[in-house]
């Protein structure tokens, strides 16, 4: 019995639409029912439409995606999925790996296997590459934007004009802690906070 060709995509947010996806992988299906979807991170292994696609698919079945990390977000659960399918008798056939969609003669699976195997170990490890670099450039970009005196997050309090004549006169004893927040109008709360971030500050410097 001939397999059904089944086809899986999906995006990592609501706001994302899967028509490119879409346009893509209908051709290789015979039924739109074939067509299994999530909106969902691929962190995410229990996303249902992939969930409902693993039960669905049988041995001699094949499935299409248009990019290998459709499957999932790091190399070793990519890597999980396509043992999954090589042991349960599912060909992967993936629309951005052109190698990946060619059919051989029967018995030379071994062929298609090992430049499959060499070129998802590439692609897997660039897929994670790229998304370390993204978290680099991230953090690059808040080291910057501190650099330049832009504060990321709540907006700091800036310090009154007779704080440091206040706070050595109440480091000596001169006045008391309640005197000090009454005359720069804080409350004890953030007065304390204040404290302690002029502290570090000198401690810095």
């Known amino acids: 019995m001939t397999g059904i060709n089944f086809a899986y995509m999906r995006v990592s947010t609501k706001e994302q639409n899967l028509d490119r996806q879409y346009e893509a992988l209908k051709g ?4 739109e029912k074939y067509i299994y979807s999530d909106k969902a991170s691929g962190k995410d292994v229990e996303r249902d439409g992939f969930q409902n696609l693993l039960k669905a698919m ?4 094949t ?6 990390d459709r499957l999932g977000r790091n190399k ?5 999925y396509l ?17 990946t969609m060619q059919d051989v003669p029967e018995g030379q699976d071994w062929v298609i296997d090992m ?5 998802i170990e590439v692609y897997t490890s660039m897929a994670e590459q790229e998304r370390e670099n993204i978290k680099q450039r991230q953090s690059e970009g808040i080291a910057v934007a501190k650099s330049k005196g832009k504060h990321l997050g709540r907006p700091m309090v800036e310090l009154p004009k007779e704080w440091v ?3 050595k006169e109440w480091k000596a004893g001169e006045i008391t802690a309640v005197a ?6 804080m409350k004890k709360a953030t007065f304390y906070n204040k404290v302690k971030q002029y502290e570090s500050t000198l401690k810095a410097n």
């Open 28 to 31: 290789y299906v015979t039924d």
């Open 165 to 167: 004549k206040l706070y």
């Open 76 to 80: 070793q659960q990519i890597k999980y």
């Open 115 to 119: 430049i499959n195997n060499i070129i």
């Open 83 to 99: 043992e999954q399918f090589k042991s349960e008798g599912i060909r992967v056939k993936i629309i951005d790996l052109p190698t």
């Open 180 to 185: 000090f927040m009454n005359l720069v109008d």
């Open 58 to 61: 049988r041995t001699g079945d």
């Open 63 to 68: 499935l299409f995606i248009k990019s290998i």
